[in-house]
């Protein structure tokens, strides 16, 4: 089921960062955002053969993913998301939800921060839930996110 949360939140991480116009580029975009960061999660699972294993199947589910979830979405879709995570991240209270919609494509979505802590090299994190709901579908996972030097946050691996 983690496996499953993580192929999720790598599906998501390429949407947001994928920054293709076109139906097509998008879901190529996403594919392989997905696949590159599927392989890396999928490369810490296991040892030896099983290790092999984890990153093939991690690629493979990640560029599907990925793909689905990207040709989805569209510029101003990931720009929503993204604002909104960024926001909930910096000034939610832990299991406060922040909401987007994109009026135009009827694509909407939440975020909400479950814990806040400090890493082992004194950085703020944070758990987090985000929910996305494309077509009528809803795809929910969860991730951690780390406060940058920039006063962003980024979705670690």
Same mark, same amino acid.
């Given at each position: 089921?983690?496996? =499953?949360?993580?192929? $999720?939140?790598?599906?998501?991480?390429?949407? *947001?960062?994928?920054?293709?116009? &076109?139906?097509?580029?998008?879901?190529?975009?996403?594919?392989?955002?997905?696949?590159?960061?599927?392989?890396? *999660?999928?490369?810490?699972?296991?040892?030896? =053969?099983?290790? &092999?294993?984890?990153?093939?199947?991690?690629?493979?589910?990640?560029?599907?993913?990925?793909?689905?979830?990207?040709?989805?979405?569209?510029?101003?879709?990931?720009?929503?998301?993204?604002?909104? %995570?960024?926001?909930? *991240?910096?000034?939610?209270?832990?299991?406060?939800?922040? %909401?987007?919609?994109? @009026?135009?494509?009827?694509?909407?979505?939440?975020? $909400? @921060?479950?814990? %806040?802590?400090?890493?082992?090299?004194?950085?703020?994190?944070?758990?987090?839930?985000?929910?996305?709901? #494309?077509?009528?579908?809803?795809?929910?996972? $969860?991730?951690?996110?780390?406060?940058?030097?920039?006063? &962003?946050?980024? #979705?670690?691996?």
């Amino acid at each position: 089921m983690r496996f =499953k949360y993580a192929i $999720t939140i790598i599906a998501l991480a390429a949407t *947001l960062s994928a920054c293709a116009e &076109t139906g097509q580029q998008k879901q190529q975009a996403g594919s392989v955002v997905g696949g590159v960061l599927g392989g890396v *999660l999928g490369s810490n699972v296991g040892s030896g =053969k099983g290790k &092999t294993a984890g990153t093939i199947i991690g690629v493979l589910l990640g560029a599907v993913m990925g793909g689905e979830i990207g040709k989805s979405m569209d510029k101003v879709d990931r720009m929503y998301a993204e604002r909104t %995570t960024q926001k909930a *991240l910096e000034t939610e209270p832990s299991g406060q939800t922040s %909401t987007w919609s994109n @009026p135009d494509s009827g694509h909407s979505g939440s975020v $909400t @921060p479950i814990r %806040t802590y400090r890493n082992d090299a004194g950085v703020n994190c944070r758990e987090f839930e985000t929910t996305v709901y #494309i077509g009528g579908k809803e795809e929910t996972a $969860t991730g951690t996110a780390c406060r940058q030097s920039d006063g &962003t946050w980024k #979705i670690q691996q």
